[in-house]
Each structure stands twice: as structure tokens, then as C-alpha cells.
Nanobody, 114 residues
Framework: VQLQASGGGLVQAGGSLRLSCIAS????????MGWYRQAPGKQHELIAS???????NYADSAKGRFTISRDNAKNTVYLQMNSLKPEDTSVYYC?????????WGRGTLVTVSS
């Protein structure tokens, strides 16, 4: 499974960005897709995930500001990020779970200026 993420960039505090991640290479539905992030000097953290049935999970830091969604027909997961804060600055990684196998995309950098 290959994951291709896009949508990162530079935005001012209070702005919005939408990340996209397209999965390819599997004919099976991915059990769960999601987004993690890792800032310099900080731990890798789960931001949001969504199952193939549509159940979602969010980190406390993302609740109320970020929305994860998924288009199963397109094998794509999205992360709509609103009300961005400088502390959201990080490299965001797309993740997919297929059976017991974890797959990671290359990160996309999100920079939020104050």
C-alpha cells in the first residue's frame, strides 16, 4: 500500500488547510486511515483517525477544529483543519491500517505563523 499525502503549506494563525491522502496498491478496504503529526523535539501523536465504517477518533488538541473524512470509493482520507494555531506546526503523516499491517506516507509540512 502506498500513501500519497498533499495539502500542507504555510498559513496564518486562524486559517485553514485541508490535507489529502490517497491510498493505492490494495484491492481491499483499509480498516482505518488517519493522520499523525510530529514536531521537532516532540512525540509522534495521533491527530485523527477514521474506520472504513466511518467511526472517528480525535486527539483532544484536534477536537472542535479538525475534521477527518474519508471517500472509500477513492481510497482517500481528508483532514480539514480550521482555526489553526502556531502549535499545530508540524509534519503530518498519513497512516493506514490493513489487517495487522501499518502503512505510512511521507509527511507533509504544515506551518502556522503567528
Amino acid at each position: 500500500v502506498q500513501l500519497q499525502a498533499s495539502g500542507g503549506g504555510l498559513v496564518q494563525a486562524g486559517g485553514s488547510l485541508r490535507l489529502s491522502c490517497i491510498a493505492s496498491g490494495s484491492s481491499r478496504s483499509l480498516n482505518r486511515m488517519g493522520w499523525y503529526r510530529q514536531a521537532p523535539g516532540k512525540q509522534h501523536e495521533l491527530i485523527a483517525s477514521i474506520t472504513n465504517g466511518g467511526s472517528t477518533n480525535y486527539a483532544d488538541s484536534a477536537k472542535g477544529r479538525f475534521t477527518i473524512s474519508r471517500d472509500n470509493a477513492k481510497n482517500t482520507v481528508y483532514l480539514q483543519m480550521n482555526s489553526l494555531k502556531p502549535e499545530d506546526t508540524s509534519v503530518y503523516y498519513c497512516h493506514a491500517l490493513l489487517g495487522l499491517m501499518n502503512y505510512w506516507g511521507r509527511g507533509t509540512l504544515v506551518t502556522v505563523s503567528s
